[in-house]
């Protein structure tokens, strides 16, 4: 009676009693499920475009942020510091595409998963030559973005709102926007949306699949640079970060390996559950549950809707 | 035909090919067609014969699918092209409409007409009055340009793929079976218009099908494949005349006999060009 008592009412009880405690555990949850929703992006945006899941994207995200830290301590300025790490990240996006994924065409896709294996791991020895294993502060402050925080007061409390999360919330904003537009007007997303459904008509009509590949590789390598810099402004840049990246494949698994919506959706769900169920639920199970209560509720996705919430429509005439 | 005239008239030689898929199936065993310059050339056989392998070996999509052609030269507006990328020979001037349609089904029709301009560089505007073109050939496109491809009928795919390659502006169509799964009305339409196109816009045309009857009817000359071979070859007029081309491909007439297999003479035919 009173382990039902701690499940079902327990937990709203104290919701209702502390609602700017409520509010700022959402918030945190929202936070979380942008960074979340980041990262599923650049494995979304590669998925759909050549099926391969790409097991290197936490490793991308970790050594964008790393190159640019880096050239930053080298003595460059932060803004052309920026500008070089996308410039990395494009070179980074066009070897791959010339000495992997070329070469592994009509492979299968466990093959093509296994290279991205490979890749990460080539990465993460690559990236500790270069740049060394310890972790790095994010320079948060020379890229112009804010630092401090606002206090509100509601409900007889206080919200904190950390302003890097705020910019965190708009620039994840303006980079899905800006990726939305690219896709559904231009030319080269058009192709990108034809290559991503039928492989051989595209090649048909004459769209080159490698120059597409290059493009979708480079636009994840944007995103991952900037997941990477939110992330390592939460915390610090480290090679640790590329675990967390995996927290991207239940969000995947929610939203849909295919659909950039679903990325968002997914990752805010996943965002929000887990902040939730940890601060009201969590010292039922004595704590840690946000460690696994994503890939629990993606196991039950599996179960139930294993095309995630917006995986691609199933197109079928009547 | 001296050898001078023949290329200058010809848009397309495919001399002697031979194509191997996955390094050991044997699938063309010399296959040698030409296209003339504004013609329609047809090829005709049954399934399995080489017909979509002969015209993916011209297009280049082979290599998508572990295909490789081992012997013999393809050359289209007498250039060599069995080194280029689709990609290239789209830009080039010949490009494929595949069989089974693959128009791209989460794409409204406009955008699957648009990819068929990706390997354009001349600009909005024309590409925007192709567009218009391409609506009059298919008024049927126009009333449906907003919808995902993928909801369209049959025909109206159809009519997409062939837009869509007509928006590359090509000088050649290669054309696999347009009427697979298409009633025998729309057939009559589809080819209706290739005709109008390669009247009009001076395309030449290759088209692989299984509807012998229909094919005759439209293209200028026909060749018959059979087991990766041509067995024989004519101006569409005589093949429909042919008895065993009709006996074998329209039905009629004859028994016993099932293939050209079991007609010796026509076995030796073309050898030369080896």
């Not at chain 1, 509010?23 to 979304?44: H, N, T």
């Not at chain 1, 052309?80 to 299968?108: C, F, G, K, S, Y």
């Not at chain 1, 636009?219 to 939110?230: D, R």
């Not at chain 1, 990246?245 to 769900?269: M, N, R």
């Given at each position: ?318 | ?189 589809i080819f209706e218009i290739v005709k109008n196109l390669n009247i009009q816009e001076g395309v030449s045309f290759l088209l692989a099908e299984q509807n012998t009857n229909i ?60």
């Amino acid at each position: 009676m009173e382990l039902l008592y701690n499940i079902f009412i327990d937990p709203f009880v104290q919701m209702g009693a502390m609602p700017d405690f409520l509010l700022q555990v959402l918030w945190e949850g929202f936070v979380s499920g942008i960074l979340y929703a980041l990262l599923a992006l650049g494995f979304v945006l590669i998925f759909k475009a050549s099926g391969v899941f790409n097991f290197a994207q936490g490793i991308m995200v970790v050594f964008s942020a790393l190159s640019l830290v880096s050239l930053y301590a080298a003595g460059v300025p932060a803004y052309i510091a920026l500008a070089l790490a996308i410039l990395i990240m494009a070179a980074l996006a066009v070897t791959i595409e010339r000495v992997v994924l070329r070469h592994l065409v009509n492979q299968d896709d466990i093959i093509l998963f296994m290279a991205t294996i490979g890749l990460s791991y080539f990465l993460i020895g690559f990236g500790e030559l270069i740049f060394g294993g310890e972790p790095k502060a994010m320079i948060t402050e020379e890229l112009g973005l804010p630092t401090g925080s606002t206090t509100f007061d509601i409900f007889d409390g206080i919200l904190i709102l950390q302003h890097i999360d705020i910019a965190a919330a708009v620039i994840a904003a303006i980079l899905v926007a800006v990726l939305a537009i690219f896709f559904s007007k231009t030319r080269i997303g058009r192709g990108l949306r034809a290559v991503a459904d039928d492989h051989q008509a595209a090649l048909s009509v004459g769209i080159s699949l490698n120059q597409i590949w290059a493009i979708v590789w480079f636009a994840s390598g944007i995103v991952a640079l900037a997941t990477g810099i939110m992330w390592g402004a939460k915390s610090d840049v480290s090679f640790a970060l590329q675990i967390v990246a995996l927290k991207a494949l239940p969000v995947l698994i929610l939203g849909g390996f295919t659909s950039v919506p679903g990325a968002i959706v997914g990752g805010l769900i996943i965002g929000f559950g887990e902040k939730l169920f940890e601060v009201y639920w969590g010292g039922l199970l004595g704590g840690g549950v946000e460690g696994w209560f994503a890939y629990v509720i993606a196991l039950i996705f599996l179960l139930f809707r294993p095309q995630g919430l917006f995986g691609e429509k199933i197109i079928e005439r009547v | 035909m001296s050898k001078e005239t023949k290329s200058a008239d010809n848009i397309l030689e495919v001399n002697n090919i031979e194509v191997i898929y996955n390094h050991v199936i044997l699938v063309l065993k010399g296959v040698s067609l030409t296209v003339p310059r504004g013609g329609i050339v047809s090829i005709l056989g049954a399934n399995g014969a080489g017909k979509t392998t002969t015209l993916k070996a011209i297009s280049n999509l082979l290599n998508a699918e572990r295909g490789e052609v081992t012997k013999g030269t393809i050359k289209f507006n007498d250039d060599e092209i069995q080194s280029l990328t689709p990609n290239e020979l789209v830009r080039r001037g010949c490009i494929q409409v595949m069989e089974g349609r693959h128009c791209f089904g989460h794409l409204t029709i406009e955008e699957n007409l648009l990819t068929g301009a990706y390997t354009r560089k001349d600009g909005r505007a024309a590409i925007a009055r192709d567009m218009e073109k391409v609506y009059e050939y298919f008024p049927r496109l126009k009333t449906r340009r907003k919808s995902l491809a993928g909801y369209t009928s049959g025909g109206e795919q159809q009519m997409c793929a062939v837009g869509r390659a007509l928006m590359a502006s090509p000088s050649m169509i290669l054309l696999d079976e347009p009427s697979m799964g298409l009633a025998p009305q729309l057939v009559e339409e589809i080819f209706e218009i290739v005709k109008n196109l390669n009247i009009q816009e001076g395309v030449s045309f290759l088209l692989a099908e299984q509807n012998t009857n229909i094919a005759l009817k439209y293209a200028t000359y026909g060749y018959i494949l059979e087991n990766g071979r041509v067995v024989m070859d004519g101006v569409a007029k005589d093949l429909r005349e042919n008895e065993d081309v009709k006996e074998f491909y329209l039905g009629v007439g004859g028994e016993g006999r099932k293939s050209f297999r079991d007609v010796k003479h026509y076995k030796r035919r073309k050898r030369w060009l080896a």
